[in-house]
Every structure is written in structure tokens, then in C-alpha cells.
């Protein structure tokens, strides 16, 4: 059961804290498609997690990026991470000011060494629609040449790297396929991310002092032993208000059609609480209720806290612009068909699976059976081996344990969409129109200090609380969770419907791979297509060796209009 998992969890932590100082830390690097963007546009990104001797870490299950000014964080994402990697997209939001942007990365276990172990690089990001110069944040040149090198930028070193990128061709035309080989990839090659983009001259953003990150991959720091590493999963930080007086159960569940329920144990010194989950990404709507010990509501609720470090710089450079009214055009169209595509397309919530591993002994389709005005009806006719019992002044349902060949003895978990009503009223009184499925666990479950006899779960047609009032105690929050690795989808224009097709294409980055998979001795090849735009593409190669040595290559192709 959950409890379980959580003591192992603890007990973890602590043979690790013991041998932190010597052996157990982790240090991250992130690539991104490119350095400088348009507001509205994607960041392509791969998340690297490795430990002290550059082997890929497998404590932690999740990953932290942010991109801030001096003012607040502008853009947050949590990345799932399996044997230390992860990748992901972040929307720039449209009405971000154009300037430098500080991106970081970590993990919740880095924590514990404080904000120098932070993964930290710097962006541009440009706002096509703001047309007056913050002084603070950028200034304008007459050219491209006259940008000025930031003297940071001339301690970055790149390691010597014999890495062969080689393109079929060195001039192509519009959506037309190219062809990248790639050779001499070292044999002990832990992480190689390839990424095509248009070199554009509107902006320099220095690049990563390399040597500093490898120092600070080896550096050793105070170690608090505050924060658990997320080896299973996204931990769920809650905060109870007001402060606790009194012995209070607190759960957290996600709305859905699966049982994904977990209990937390709160600490009544300062009203926190930790929720260890695991399995959990993407969009998620979750209700966190807290009542007393004895089920009865409470004049308390549990308000979710930030997971995230929140770090700001002190200060960031302004960002020298070259204002290239073509190729600031050519983007922010770009900028607009993606929205357009964004708009079309329905988002999915992502739907965990079951978090049990085992099946409910009874399941009932509503929709096979003659419909009743009310739930208690409902389950008087049909529903076996349940029954809804007068106790006091409430009624309460519960499950006939045919081996014991008695019913629960009342604390039966009754759920709607994966939510839980204490009070089991509240689910008799509702419409059972709305009701698609019921299903039926017998059996005794533990979630974390909360035991229960049984579970009745209500299922909705399409999983979501309709008309469902939430009580005093409950609240709905949606909710990030870690995002699973997303595809950069491309056109293929391998046929002459899609080459002739009149919608148009302002890809910038025409490719994005952040796990290329290599054969030791031979050669990599990959293919895409060009988009509409014309002008110069660079093909940037980056990783990691398991010895700690950087790979790093690049290779440039041009498309015109005329070439066939």
C-alpha cells in the first residue's frame, strides 16, 4: 500500500543523507532548439540529470525548469524523468517583453544545496509587437554587426570535438527533404540532442560557460537533508489553513474516471503537508479535502504550494537587438499560424492509470439497467451485496465481505470521479443520470494512515464532477503535473499533395530530436524537410560523454526559393 512505499521513501532518503556529503548529488544540463525566440513560440528542451561521476542519475523522477526576469518567474514546467532524462515543450506567452530571460533547472533534491547548484542559461526572448525600447531590457543597433560581444561570453570554451555532421547537400529548396549524417559519435556518449534552426541576425545571447558547469558538477555544498528526493514520483507539497488544533486526515485525489487517491500526513507545527504520488502527468484537475479524525467537517482547508524554487537574478543584461523587419515578419507569422494550429486542436487531458493493481470484484454499466430517480433506489434494486444503512441520522453505504459473512463496519471509501465523500449523503442525493459505472472493491486498504473497508466508486459519463458541488473542506484546483517527453511533428511532404498543399509553413526550428538513438561504429542518419522560410540553417549536435566531456558540433545548409 501507499504507506509502505512511503516509509521506503523515508528509509531511502536517510541511507542516502548519511553518504550525501561524499557521494549522492545531482546536477543537471538542459539544450534547448536555440538560444533566442519570438513571444508566442515553443522552447524545445531536453533534460538531462546526472550525478557527481556524469553517469545518468536515477533518483529523481521529475525535473524543474523556469525562466525569470528580476521581477517573477514568466514560465514554469515540471518534466517527468526516467533513468535521468527528460524533454518537453514551454510556451513563451505572448505578451512577454522583449529582454534576457535567466532559464534554470533542477531538482527537488538539489535543493538541498541551495540556488549555486542551479542550472542556469540565458534566452532571448523578442516581442514582435512591442515597438518602444525598455532601456532596462534591450536596445536597438543599426546592424547586425555592430552587436557587441558580452565579455561573459568570451570565457565560454568549447572542447575540441571530432563529431562529422555532414547534410546530403549544402543548398535545398522549399520543403524539400534533407539528409544529416552523423560520425564519430565517442563510444561512451550518454545524452546527444540534434537540433535545425534558421540562423537569424536579430540578436546574441552568450552561450554556456561550459568550464564554470563542469566545476560546478564537482563542487560539493552544505547539504540540508531538507528535501526528499522524488524517486517514485511528483511530490505534492499542501499547506493547511488555519494552522491545525486538532487531529485532521488530509487527501488529495485526482478527478477522474481511475481511483488515484493518496493521503498525507500533515505536520501540526506549521500546517504542511507532503502528497507522494507517482504515474501522475499533464493537465490534471485535483481536489484536496481535509476533515476531522472522526469524518466530520472541519472549519480547515488545504491550499496547494508552489513546488518550484522561484529563484530571481539579481540582474540581467539588455539585450541587443538588430531590428530585421523581414526576418521578425517571417517569425511572427510563424508565430501565428502555430497559434492557429494550437487553437484547432482540442487539448486532452491526460488521464492516469488506475493507480491499484488490482480490479473491482463487481463493476455495474448503468446503462444496462432500467434507470431509477434516485442512487439509494439504485442500489436497493440491483447493486448486490451493497446496501445503504440508517446510522444516527445519516445513512451509510456499505459492502457485504462474503468471507467474513458480515457488511463493512461503516468507514466504507465511497468516491465520485475519484473524489471522496465522507459524507455519504451527498452522493444518495445525487442525480443518478449522471452516473455511468459503479464499481465494487471488497477488501481492507490502507492510504497512508487511513484505513478503510471497501470501496464504492461512482463514475461519471465523462469523468468531471458534473453539477457535483463540492463541500466545506474541498477544494478544485487544476494542476501541472510532470509532463511526459512531447514530438516536434513536422510536415511530410514526400508526396505532391502535401509539397503543393497552399497551407502555409514558417517552421523555424525544422527539426528537434532530443534522444538520438546511435549505433557504436556506425552512422546516424536523419531526415526532415524544409519549410517555406529561406536564408541559412544550423544543424547544432550537443551532449554529454559518461567521462564528462561535452560534444558539441554544427553544421550549416541553405535553403533558397529557386533550388530544385
Not at 518567474?73 to 514551454?90: C, F, H, N, T
Request: with cysteine; hydrophobic share 35%.
Amino acid at each position: 500500500m501507499k504507506l509502505i512505499s512511503t516509509i521506503l521513501s523515508l528509509i531511502l532518503f536517510f541511507c542516502f543523507s548519511l553518504k550525501a556529503d561524499d557521494t549522492v548529488r545531482e546536477r543537471v544540463y538542459i539544450h534547448t532548439d536555440k538560444n533566442c525566440y519570438i513571444a508566442g513560440e515553443n522552447i524545445w528542451l531536453k533534460f538531462y540529470v546526472i550525478d557527481s561521476n556524469f553517469q545518468p542519475s536515477l533518483l529523481s523522477k521529475v525535473g524543474y525548469i523556469e525562466i525569470c526576469d528580476t521581477e517573477m518567474p514568466r514560465i514554469q514546467l515540471k518534466v517527468a524523468l526516467e533513468k535521468g532524462s527528460g524533454a518537453g515543450k514551454m510556451k513563451i506567452p505572448s505578451n512577454l517583453p522583449t529582454g534576457i530571460y535567466r532559464l534554470t533547472g533542477y531538482t527537488r533534491y538539489m535543493r538541498n544545496e541551495g540556488e549555486k547548484v542551479l542550472f542556469e542559461k540565458q534566452i532571448a526572448i523578442i516581442n514582435a509587437k512591442q515597438q518602444t525600447p525598455d532601456p532596462v531590457r534591450f536596445n536597438t543597433v543599426e546592424s547586425f554587426e555592430n552587436l557587441k560581444m558580452p565579455e561573459k561570453a568570451l570565457l565560454d570554451r568549447k572542447e575540441p570535438s571530432n563529431l562529422m555532421i555532414n547534410t546530403d547537400r549544402k543548398e535545398y529548396g522549399n520543403r524539400k527533404k534533407v539528409i544529416v549524417s552523423l560520425d564519430n559519435i565517442p563510444e561512451n556518449t550518454a545524452n546527444l540532442v540534434i537540433s535545425v534552426s534558421r540562423t537569424d541576425s536579430i540578436a546574441f545571447v552568450p552561450e554556456i560557460n561550459k568550464q564554470e558547469w563542469l566545476k560546478q558538477v564537482k563542487g560539493t555544498f552544505d547539504f540540508s537533508h531538507q528535501w526528499i528526493p522524488e524517486y517514485e514520483g511528483h511530490i505534492i507539497n499542501c499547506k493547511c489553513t488555519p494552522k491545525p488544533n486538532q487531529q485532521l486526515i488530509s487527501n488529495i485525489s485526482i478527478v477522474g474516471k481511475d481511483i488515484r487517491y493518496f493521503n498525507g500526513k500533515l505536520n501540526y507545527e506549521n500546517g504542511l503537508a507532503n502528497f507522494y504520488t507517482s504515474g501522475l502527468s499533464g493537465k490534471q484537475q485535483i481536489v484536496t479535502s481535509v476533515v476531522s479524525s472522526m469524518y466530520n467537517k472541519a472549519p480547515y482547508r488545504l491550499d496547494l504550494i508552489s513546488p518550484f524554487y522561484e529563484s530571481l537574478p539579481l540582474n540581467l543584461p539588455a539585450l541587443q537587438i538588430y531590428m530585421s523587419e523581414k526576418q521578425l515578419i517571417e517569425r511572427y507569422l510563424g508565430v501565428q499560424i502555430q497559434e492557429k494550429t494550437d487553437n484547432d486542436s482540442i487539448e486532452i487531458i491526460n488521464q492516469p492509470s488506475n493507480h491499484f493493481a488490482f480490479q473491482p470484484f463487481s463493476s455495474y454499466d448503468l446503462d444496462e439497467y432500467t434507470r431509477f430517480s434516485s442512487i439509494s433506489e439504485t442500489i436497493l434494486e440491483f447493486v448486490n451485496l451493497v446496501r445503504v444503512s440508517k446510522v444516527g441520522n445519516t445513512r451509510k453505504i456499505r459492502v457485504y465481505l462474503e468471507n467474513e459473512q458480515r457488511f463493512s463496519i461503516g468507514n466504507t471509501l465511497v468516491l465520485i470521479d475519484g473524489v471522496p465523500l465522507y459524507d455519504h449523503e451527498e452522493i444518495l442525493a445525487y442525480n443518478p443520470m449522471y452516473i455511468k459505472k459503479i464499481n465494487i472493491y471488497d477488501g481492507r486498504y490502507l492510504f497512508g494512515g487511513e484505513y478503510h473497508e471497501c470501496i464504492v466508486s461512482f463514475i461519471t459519463h465523462d469523468g468531471n464532477l458534473p453539477f457535483f458541488k463540492l463541500t466545506e473542506g474541498s477544494q478544485l484546483f487544476d494542476y501541472d503535473c510532470p509532463q511526459l517527453p512531447q514530438s516536434l511533428v513536422t510536415p511530410d511532404y514526400s508526396t505532391d499533395e502535401f509539397i503543393n498543399s497552399r497551407k502555409p509553413d514558417f517552421r523555424h526550428t525544422l527539426y528537434w530530436n532530443p534522444d538520438v538513438e546511435y549505433t557504436k561504429g556506425q552512422t546516424v542518419n536523419l531526415s526532415f524537410y524544409t519549410s517555406d522560410l529561406c536564408g541559412e540553417f544550423k544543424v547544432t549536435v550537443e551532449g554529454i560523454t559518461t567521462d564528462g566531456k561535452l560534444i558539441n558540433g554544427n553544421s550549416s545548409f541553405l535553403v533558397t526559393e529557386d533550388t530544385n
